[in-house]
């Protein structure tokens, strides 16, 4: 084995400044985009071995020398988000696998209720959810079986809601009021009504009395003012299947008022007039003899006394008959005061009426006999007037008690009146 001479190693440092000289004027002088233009990338990266190169790569060095903000700050992440294909990556990816290693208690333990129900919309939610659908999937007959309704009732402050619960106003939507006041309504008309179908009958039983007195006929008997009375009475409902069925009341709306009914309406007004004179005088006498220490006698033997009642019992038979046509004791009889031919009769008439009374209680109360004579029930001053007293129930017909009606259906068919019989068969 030779030596290497001394020489040998100054020789080869001077052959690698040499090459190192001429390397540098090499680079300086060639361009090396022409360089890598001749350069074919592909074969070269073919011809590399990247295990080698990566065996002999230390990526820790490589890492730390790495500045990652940089890095991040240069990356588009528009970009890159926008070059991904987001349906192949889900597609690859094995949601079971996933899942399966997701811990779903330190998930939940790192969720804050709060926060999420804070964010929920409950106007969304309700909004999307269909009520018929859910009503639909309810069970129930199953959510009524695991109701326990003692301990539910047990639960309810029934104090508390009879407190916060308007009865007034519950009652008034129910029409409870309604009810009572048209079923009071009722029980009262039908109680006055069978004391005027009373008066009625014995208004019937007497005229047929006088008539027969007098020897009246049928046709000479008149029913009531010819614009009142029309057409023919009721008749009654013949038999079906040879049962009798309920016999039909005979009306007499409009018909002259007898006697009887007269009276009655004329006991009631004079107990009224009497009765609210007194409490009249009564509280005048209080008023005054409290600011005056003066009173006043209610006598009514005085000839003030028979003023002052006679004033009050004008005013309280006039106003009544001119505003309404009835005073309180003939409304609640039933009766009406009309002109001769039953229109509405005016002021005057009544005036007169009222005025013309006294005359037909005068010379032992001829002028008031003449009601049970007279063909039209009449009195002196209701001819001097040129009106009668009518029967007249309102909205409901004048009508006779049902045996009187039966026993005049049966005694004498029913017939045209002489006032609305067809002109042509006389």
């Not at 030779?2 to 540098?24: D, I, M, Q, Y």
């Not at 004033?311 to 505003?323: E, P, R, T």
Request: proline share 5%; with cysteine; net charge neutral.
């Amino acid at each position: 084995m030779t030596a290497t001479p001394a020489g040998g190693r100054e020789s080869k440092g001077l052959l690698g400044r040499v090459a190192g000289a001429v390397t540098e004027r090499v680079v300086d002088t060639v361009d090396p985009d022409l360089v890598l233009e001749r350069i074919d990338l592909n074969a070269l990266i073919d011809r590399v071995d990247l295990d080698a190169a990566l065996a002999r790569l230390d990526l820790d060095r490589l890492l730390e020398s790495v500045d990652i903000n940089a890095l991040v700050r240069r990356i588009d992440v528009d970009e890159l988000v926008a070059r991904v294909d987001l349906d192949a990556v889900v597609g690859r990816l094995d949601l079971d696998a996933l899942l399966a290693r997701v811990d779903v208690n330190q998930l939940l333990a790192r969720v804050e209720p709060d926060a999420l129900v804070a964010r929920v919309d409950p106007n969304a939610i309700v909004a999307r959810v269909d009520p018929n659908a859910l009503l639909e999937r309810v069970d129930v007959n199953a959510l009524m079986a695991r109701v326990d309704l003692n301990t539910l009732l047990a639960g309810v402050d029934v104090d508390a809601l009879l407190r916060n619960l308007d009865l007034e106003a519950l009652v008034r939507r129910s029409g409870i009021p309604d009810i009572v006041a048209e079923s009071t309504y009722s029980m009262a008309g039908s109680a006055l009504d069978v004391a005027r179908r009373q008066l009625v009958g014995l208004d019937v039983v007497a005229d047929r009395i006088v008539d027969r007195l007098m020897r009246r006929s049928d046709e000479q008997r008149l029913e009531g003012p010819p614009r009142l009375v029309g057409g023919v009475q009721a008749s009654p409902r013949p038999d079906v299947g040879g049962a009798r069925t309920r016999p039909v009341r005979r009306t007499v709306s409009g018909h002259y008022a007898g006697a009887v009914s007269r009276a009655g309406a004329a006991v009631i007004d004079w107990l009224i007039i009497g009765g609210l004179y007194t409490l009249g005088v009564a509280g005048f006498s209080f008023l005054l003899q409290m600011f005056t220490s003066t009173s006043v006698s209610g006598d009514r033997s005085t000839p003030l006394g028979i003023a002052a009642f006679a004033i009050w019992a004008f005013m309280y038979v006039f106003v009544s008959l001119a505003i309404s046509g009835r005073t309180i004791g003939k409304g609640l009889a039933g009766l009406r005061v009309v002109r001769a031919d039953g229109t509405a009769p005016g002021v005057r008439a009544m005036f007169v009426r009222t005025l013309a009374f006294p005359l037909s209680v005068v010379f032992l109360g001829i002028g008031l006999l003449m009601i049970v004579v007279q063909r039209e029930h009449r009195s002196l001053h209701d001819l001097i007037a040129k009106s009668c007293v009518v029967y007249d129930w309102g909205d409901r017909s004048a009508e006779m008690p049902g045996p009187l009606s039966d026993f005049l259906n049966r005694a004498q068919p029913v017939s045209p009146s002489p006032a609305t019989r067809d002109p042509a068969r006389g």
